[in-house]
């Protein structure tokens, strides 16, 4: 994987350098900091679409898994009788038993963290907010500490995860039915046929249409990179062992494999990274204020926190081949802001289907990066609002809410960590070969 990326003058070797010895040791600590590993989340909305099936069909899959002595007798039983459901599901009740163990989210806290973020609220609140997060108020939105519930393998795989991956594509990223993408698991056998007519409507889509499709493929990419990167290797003696899985990888991004779709999605995080980058340079302004501070209560922690965000902002000024967002809706007004429109609304759907994900630890970390690339996206898009802060007041022409900025940092710092893995997945293949 190398060589210049479509739409941008940028090279990935150019990133890779960049990101592993400026960006990735610094926002690695960044996201240890109090501030920056809790977030706010709802996990308990209902998805909007369809109907909730969840993995193995068992609603609140993954939130708490069923005490042994709940068990009914019968399925306990399971291989004996080889009559009964389980028996004959035997395999599909261990995936589901694993999955609900894997994807169970960790919502321990401790007494002072819940103390503290009393106090963050009533700090929070005494801003002046450009805008309010009406599931940040909700009874069932909880802080999840992220270092407790690390993104990786859960086995929620199958029709479930398909269909909320497929909706995006199908229904949010400008296509017609007629043109399948590749390797798509639900669409139609397509003959001989290896994508090449998904990839000519591609380049005849204008710019920001086909930035949309990359930017949410990069993520696709991104999250599968990070199953393959920690996953669940054997469990013995109940102790997992978590690592990378090269059969994995190579079965998601392998250029042969993949028919060359790997390598296309691989380069497609490299594009979302270098969108979410542009946005930190970007926003720099915004937290260089004094005004603005990392509340936690802890006044030495916050100032510290400061001192590396803006140290981080500064590395991402350095960078000398960033995305031109002024590329983007630049025709007639009209038309560029009937477009910029219907980009936010498609975005805005795409993070309404993250309600629908069947696994509470993958919806977490889908909700999360979906928030923080939609952060990125509205910094991108309001430039001359962040340029015309002052200095000693809130603003009401831009503002971000604190699970904004936790989303955008976490985002980022995956995105990261994924370039890394990409990293160590390279030399692991040379060693096997």
């Known amino acids: 994987l190398t060589g210049v990326l479509d739409d941008c003058l940028c090279d990935i070797e150019s990133i890779d350098d960049f990101n592993t010895f400026k960006i990735f040791p610094k926002i690695q600590k960044l996201q240890e900091r109090d501030y920056f590993r809790y977030y706010k989340v709802n996990l308990k909305r209902p998805c ?29 039983a399971g291989s004996s009788n080889k009559y009964s459901k ?5 395999k599909e009740l261990e995936d ?30 005494s801003q002046d907010h450009f805008c309010e997060l009406d599931d940040e108020r909700s009874p069932d939105a909880q802080y999840v500490d992220l270092l407790l519930n690390p993104e990786r393998y859960t086995g929620y795989k199958g029709p479930s995860a398909w269909r909320v991956w497929n ?14 993408r590749p390797l798509n698991p639900l669409a139609p056998s397509r003959g001989g046929d290896d994508g090449e007519s998904f990839y000519t409507w591609l380049e005849g889509l204008c710019l920001e249409k086909r930035v949309f499709y990359k930017l949410i493929s990069g993520l696709h990419a991104s999250i599968n990179l990070h199953l393959c990167a920690n996953y669940l290797l054997e469990e013995t003696w109940g102790k997992p062992r978590w690592g990378p899985n090269v059969k994995e990888f190579t079965r998601r991004f392998d250029p042969i494999e993949t028919k060359g779709e790997g390598p296309r999605r691989l380069k497609n995080l490299y594009f979302l990274y270098l969108i979410e980058l542009r946005a ?3 926003v720099a302004p915004y937290f260089e204020r004094s005004v603005v501070d990392l509340y936690t209560g802890n006044g030495h922690e916050d100032a510290e926190s400061k001192a590396l965000l803006l140290e981080i902002f500064r590395d991402t000024k350095s960078f000398h081949m960033h995305f031109d967002e002024k590329s983007m809706f630049a025709g007639d007004k009209k038309g560029a802001k009937s477009l910029k429109e219907e980009f936010r609304l498609h975005f805005k759907n795409i993070s309404r289907i993250m309600d629908c994900v069947g696994c509470d630890k993958c919806r977490l970390w889908g909700k ?13 898009f309001s430039e001359k609002e962040i340029q015309n802060l002052p200095e000693n007041s809130p603003s009401k022409g831009f503002q971000l809410t604190r699970q904004e900025i936790v989303a955008l940092v976490n985002a980022f710092g995956r995105l990261s960590t994924s370039i890394k893995e990409l990293q160590n997945f390279k030399v692991l293949l040379q060693q096997t070969r």
């Open 167 to 180: 909706s995006i594509y199908e229904e949010n990223c400008f296509k017609p039915r007629s043109v399948y």
């Open 280 to 282: 930190l340079s970007k």
């Open 86 to 90: 389980a028996a004959n599901n035997s």
């Open 48 to 76: 909007p679409f369809w109907a909730d099936d969840g993995h193995c069909s068992i609603k609140d899959c993954h939130v708490e898994p069923c005490p042994e002595s709940k068990i009914p007798v019968g399925i306990k």
């Open 96 to 125: 589901c038993e694993q999955a609900n163990k894997l994807g169970a989210v960790n919502s321990t806290l401790s007494n002072q963290s819940k103390e503290a973020f009393i106090d963050w609220a009533r700090y929070d609140d």
């Open 368 to 380: 999360l990066q979906t928030q923080g690339l939609g952060t990125a996206l509205k910094i991108l």
